[in-house]
């Protein structure tokens, strides 16, 4: 195991771990007083000031609020934002310790600093972005009315029109990054898979989790052993995919970070995982996630055939894979779509009732019905 990124992962956990730092206040939730939010959102209106401004809180990985603001005339006037969804700094020490081991917040805030521009038409507009170290960060973007944009959960699944929709902005997406030169400029920050912040630690991190999934929860003899040939050739596998032409990939496409709109446009949100990676792992990641077995059968050569024509139709010609060479890869990709779910689950718990049943008989159902284990042997 290197030691530099070991003792710099170590680093930052204990830099997340310490309850107060000198730069506590200008990150967070409790730095958007009317002033701040003032400054933020009113600087080039002339009097425009937040009179009150109220917060909707809750915590998960990250302390997150909706925000209700209450403008001067000026303001009102001015048609500034009312209506606010935020982002900052973990109030519990644990989920400090996650983004600064994994580098979760930074990402996301490096993604609305360096790469929004490129993608505005797919996902949510910020006000702010800004990072310090020790999973002290803050990120306020704009909230949708409800009434116009439908924000997906763990637990649904797509429409033929949504999972279409998101499969030709992933594709457009990846066309616009293909083998970037941006990779060694202002895009240096989007790793290559294995080079994501915390992967030092993550082969011990899998090792436990393996352990701890397997005393919660009981699966067929195969997907069984799909967990243990990832956990066991980890570092084979990322080379296997490493290998493959790579794009800026959002890293966690499950349909729980999606949404559509009444106009028909589909988007994505919490890019807390970008990295470097072949584009058909986000598509094996969200059919995985958005489909009963069923219903992929019904739509994955689909869907699979819209994504290779956008890319072809973004001009890649060559680097686009024939529809076997995709469909092979799509298999074998489905392995880190599943990977999201047992880890997850033996790490933290879930909030939601028979959530967990719900994913793990979806993905199941997948790795056995397109032979995920005999993929993955062959790749090995």
């Given at each position: 195991m290197p030691v530099m990124p070991t003792v710099r992962t170590f680093g930052n956990i204990a830099v997340g771990l310490m309850p107060w730092l000198p730069w506590e206040g200008r990150h967070g939730l409790d730095s958007l007083t009317p002033a701040a939010l003032t400054r933020m959102l009113g600087r080039n209106v002339t009097g425009a000031r937040v009179l009150d401004v109220t917060a909707e809180r809750d915590r998960q990985t990250t302390d997150r609020a909706r925000l209700s603001l209450t403008w001067n005339e000026?303001?009102?006037?001015?048609?500034?934002?009312?209506?606010?969804?935020?982002?900052g700094t973990p109030s519990l020490a644990?989920?400090?310790?996650?983004n600064s081991a994994f580098g979760l917040c930074g990402a996301e805030v490096r993604f609305y600093r360096s790469a929004y521009a490129d993608l505005a038409d797919i996902t949510l507009k910020p006000y702010h972005a800004s990072i310090a170290r020790g999973g002290r960060f803050l990120l306020v973007l704009e909230s949708r009315d409800p009434t116009d944009t439908y924000f997906h959960q763990m637990r649904d699944t797509a429409t033929p029109e949504h999972a279409r929709a998101v499969v030709v902005a992933?594709?457009?997406?990846?066309?616009?990054?293909?083998e970037s030169p941006r990779f060694t400029g202002d895009l240096a920050w989007v790793t290559r898979y294995s080079g994501r912040p915390g992967q030092a630690i993550a082969p011990?991190?899998?090792r436990m989790a393996e352990k701890g999934f397997h005393k919660l929860y009981d699966v067929p003899d195969d997907v069984r052993e799909i967990i243990r040939l990832h956990v066991a050739h980890a570092g084979e596998l990322s080379a296997v995919w490493e290998s493959l032409p790579s794009t800026m990939c959002h890293g966690d496409t499950h349909i729980g970070n999606t949404f559509r709109t009444t106009d028909g446009r589909s988007g994505l949100f919490d890019w807390q995982e970008?990295?470097?990676m072949n584009g058909l792992r986000e598509i094996a990641y969200f059919i995985a996630s958005a489909f009963t077995p069923e219903q992929r059968r019904a739509q994955e050569h689909e869907l699979l055939a819209v994504y290779l024509d956008t890319l072809a139709a973004a001009g890649l010609g060559p680097a686009v894979p024939s529809p076997g060479q995709a469909f092979d890869l799509y298999r074998l990709m489905m392995l880190d779509a599943w990977r999201s779910v047992w880890a997850s689950l033996a790490l933290m718990p879930v909030?939601?009732?028979?959530l967990a049943e719900v994913l793990i008989e979806r993905h199941c159902g997948h790795l056995l019905d397109l032979d995920v284990v005999g993929a993955v042997r062959a790749a090995l």
């Open positions: 000026p303001g009102e006037e001015a048609d500034l934002p009312t209506r606010l969804f935020a982002k644990s989920s400090r310790m996650l992933l594709a457009r997406m990846h066309a616009k990054f293909h011990r991190i899998l970008v990295h470097r909030q939601q009732d028979d």
